[in-house]
């Protein structure tokens, strides 16, 4: 038995843990520290040289969508180039759909014919204890990879969307 060194619970530790009054409870207590050492380690390395260099980089990185080709092998500078989106998507999603994952294009064609299928089968098979045919296997997984677009529509527009499709 132990005493947590932050909320003075008395719990179960193992007997090579006698005596110490470091310890910390598993209800949260253990997490908690845990969590706040880090934090603490992370920005003391962020308050040295390498640790700037190295953050600065990161953040650097962020918020680029795409960099034209051309101009970087011409030795340009890379121009960022943002596509928005404008057709709307359909109600009910078609084993026809293609499904495009940054460059990966996933149609029915490449999905029946993906060595992977199988595996995916199995998994689901294991996890959730349903054995599902081949056909109902690429109907769930073309519709799970199905994304929607981000508020291309106002707010007013999803509303009457909502009422058309829900009439009080």
Not at 49 to 55: A, D, E, Q, T, Y
Not at 79 to 108: F, H, I, N
Request: with cysteine; hydrophobic share 35%.
């Amino acid at each position: 038995m132990a005493f947590c060194a932050h909320c003075e619970i008395r719990f179960l530790t193992h007997p090579r843990c006698a005596g110490r009054v470091d310890l910390r409870c598993p209800f949260g207590c253990r997490t908690h520290h845990r969590k706040q050492r880090s934090n603490q380690r992370s920005a003391a390395y962020y308050r040295t040289p390498s640790g700037k260099w190295l953050k600065k980089q990161l953040n650097a990185g962020r918020g680029q969508v795409a960099v034209n080709e051309g101009a970087t092998a011409a030795g340009e500078k890379p121009v960022l180039a943002v596509e928005r989106r404008t057709d709307q998507p359909s109600a009910k999603p078609s084993l026809q759909a293609e499904v495009q994952l940054e460059g990966l294009v996933l149609s029915e064609s490449t999905l029946s014919t993906s060595c992977m299928l199988p595996y995916v089968g199995m998994i689901v098979n294991l996890l959730e204890g349903v054995q599902l045919r081949r056909n109902e296997l690429m109907e769930l997984l073309l519709e799970s990879l199905r994304q929607h677009s981000i508020a291309y529509r106002t707010r007013t527009d999803y509303v009457l969307r909502f009422l058309h499709q829900h009439p009080p």
